[in-house]
């Protein structure tokens, strides 16, 4: 709640770059609170600040379209500029909460195509990045998830061992 604050405040300064990261962090930081163990222990899922960062992104396309059509194209230029800024600075973490999300959104719809490739992605992304030997396993087990719901079995089970070692090795 407290970033999403910040976010809107942002938002309301004009601020949109950063307001967009504030946003984009609440979300991947929702996702990943949703994504942890929870011991058996009954919990909420919220998906507030995915709801949120979603709006932004609309009122955004909205703001950059107003601008062009009033000309002010140097103004849509040096928006573009510190988005473009802002993201290439976004954090590792969020990137892979970011691919993680979006493949449980796609397994959850059945849109295995989908879950597979975001999975894939993040598995490739958790690979190059270190410290993120957590994300790769989860990752890896979610794409074996997706393997085994398509009855791919070998594919699965490759990618299941590759997990165990991934959590043996921690």
């Not at 609440?26 to 942890?36: F, G, Q, V, Y």
């Not at 290439?88 to 059945?110: C, F, I, P």
């Not at 410290?131 to 070998?154: K, W």
Request: glycine share 6%; hydrophobic share 40%.
């Amino acid at each position: 709640p407290a970033m999403l604050g910040w976010a809107e405040l942002l938002e309301k300064r004009g601020d949109w770059a950063n307001a967009m990261e504030r946003y984009h962090q609440a979300a991947a930081l929702e996702t990943a609170r949703d994504r942890e163990d929870h011991h058996g222990q009954p919990f909420l899922s919220s998906t507030i600040a995915q709801t949120a960062y979603r709006s932004a992104q609309a009122r955004l396309e909205e703001h950059i379209k107003e601008l062009k059509v009033a000309g002010k194209t140097p103004e849509v230029a040096a928006l573009e500029q510190q988005m473009q800024a802002a993201e290439s600075s976004a954090g590792s973490t969020v990137k892979l909460q970011e691919l993680m999300h979006s493949g449980d959104e796609a397994r959850a719809n059945r849109r295995l195509d989908e879950a597979e490739n975001f999975y894939k992605q993040a598995v490739n992304f958790a690979d190059k990045t270190s410290g993120s030997d957590e994300t790769l396993a989860t990752a890896l087990l979610d794409l074996g998830g997706v393997y085994g719901m398509r009855q791919n079995y070998s594919e699965g089970d490759a990618v299941l061992h590759r997990a165990l070692k991934v959590i043996e090795k921690n």
